[in-house]
């Protein structure tokens, strides 16, 4: 079987790919890997044969931005002006264009990957969504529909007025469904798994300042990070004044060195992965995006979150309803604030035994090679897949 995994925005949006993509590989399947050429070192660098796709080159920019204050209208526009607009547009005719000269059995791409799917449709292939937003209140059916409707005329598909492009085959979510929005249910071809695998606790690969004191990480994700105005001085401020061990990490475009001195007990670097920080925290804060509070829930971690944009004021509200964290206002956030939000998480209970029953949630998924079995029966039988 040769898989195509495409992908449409920044790293969010590749990384629930990857489980999928290296157990694909494991079984001894063909796989690359299409998206933005910036996020494309990152991902060569773990092995997959990738195809550089859309404009751009592969450096990121390192300028930082003002924070802004939220907005929904903002971020809806992007989703449908942006996603479901030029950027499919674009991603479908280079989906079109790479396959002519690899030729797929089958194309995998994240949910906001609309013109794969359209171009899916067009080669007459079976595809299928890998979810990206955890909450499922973001991507929305009526949102995207007026765009949508524009991009499958322009390629000749016929109408779809019940959205049924969005989860036609197969839908993989690397999510528990009991953190889905009851507002918007997985659809009916929807199949849960679990993508990531909970590393025993080893020794700290970082300096500890204070011995025997609790761990928290914090962190902006890849892409919010720039665009934090003076997020990561206020929230480092906060964290800097608790008895604890902070463990900051502030992406590749942004100089730690840019973030004051260096303290006993915050130990800043540019990346570290999830994996092997998780296991030795209490408590994780961070923007809410999906990545990052999936990590911390694989953990049994509470959170404190600072939602700025696209689907974290949606995992912010759906963590509160769940118990499992506490939310700020990114732009009018104090390091008193941040102190007392995180001095709560770690010392009262009920926030971790919430974060540990979705714990337990994420742990009893099969793995991504379920999600593998999967996508096999779809290129066999070219049907929709049906969750039990």
Known sequence: MRVLFAFAGGSGHVDPLVPIAAAAEARGHTVAVTGKAAIVPAVEALGFSVFPTGPGGTELSTKRLPLLELSSEREDEVLRDGFAGHIARRRAGDILELSADWRSDLIVCDEADFGSMAAAERLGLPYATVLVIAAGSFVRHELVAAPLATLRAEHGLPSDPEGAMLSRYLVLSPFPPGYRDPAHPLPATAH??????VNPDGAPQWPVGLPGAPTVLFTLGTVFNRESGDLFERVLAGLRELPLNVVATVGPQIDPEELGPPSRNVHLARYIPQSL?????????????????MGALAHGLPLVLLPMGADQPHNAARCVELGVARVLDAVRAT???????????LSEGAYRRAAERLRDEIAALPGPEHAVALLERLVRERRPLLSA
């Open 192 to 197: 849960s798994f679990r993508p990531l695998t």
């Open 277 to 293: 920080v998780l296991p030795h925290c209490r408590a994780v804060v961070s923007h809410g995006g999906s990545g990052s509070v």
């Open 335 to 345: 390091p008193e604030a941040v102190r007392e939000a995180v001095s709560a998480v």
